[in-house]
C-alpha cells in the first residue's frame, strides 16, 4: 500500500514558477514509476510527466516540454515536479500516482495509487 499526499499548489502569476511534491508513505516507494496528472473541471485527467522509479528515465507531455521537469528523492520517498514559465492554460488539479509493473504511463488505468491533488492556478 502506498499513500501520495501532494503539496505546494497555489496562485502563480504568468510566467512564474512553482515546485509541487508528492510524498509517499511505505518502504517500497523506489520500487513504482510515478507520474503526474493533471485535470480541469469538466475535462478528462491528462498526463503531465512521468519518471523511472530509479529516476533514469523521464516523459512530458508536449504542453510541457521544456518548461516542466519531474525529479525524484527515493530517500526521501518523494517525486517533485518544477513548473517554469508557466502559463493560464496550466491552471488545474495537478495529481501524482504510482504504479508498478504497468504498460504504459500515458494511461491513468495503469496507475495503482493516487494522491488528493492539489490546486495550480495561474492568472494572466
Known amino acids: 500500500q502506498v499513500q501520495l499526499v501532494e503539496s505546494g499548489g497555489g496562485l502563480v502569476q504568468a510566467g512564474g514558477s512553482l515546485r509541487l511534491s508528492c510524498a509517499a508513505s511505505?518502504?517500497?516507494?523506489?520500487?513504482?514509476?510515478m507520474g503526474w496528472f493533471r485535470q480541469v473541471p469538466g475535462k478528462e485527467r491528462e498526463f503531465v510527466a512521468a519518471i523511472s522509479w530509479n529516476g533514469g528515465s523521464t516523459s512530458y507531455a508536449d504542453s510541457v516540454k521544456g518548461r516542466f521537469t519531474v525529479s525524484r528523492d527515493n530517500a526521501k520517498n518523494t517525486v517533485y515536479l518544477q513548473m517554469n514559465s508557466l502559463k493560464p492554460e496550466d491552471t488545474a488539479v495537478y495529481y501524482c500516482?504510482?504504479?508498478?509493473?504497468?504498460?504504459?504511463?500515458?494511461?491513468?488505468?495503469?496507475?495503482?495509487?493516487w494522491g488528493q491533488g492539489t490546486q495550480v492556478t495561474v492568472s494572466s
Open positions: 500516482a504510482a504504479q508498478r509493473g504497468g504498460s504504459s504511463w500515458y494511461s491513468i488505468r495503469e496507475y495503482d495509487y
Open positions: 511505505g518502504r517500497t516507494f523506489s520500487s513504482y514509476d
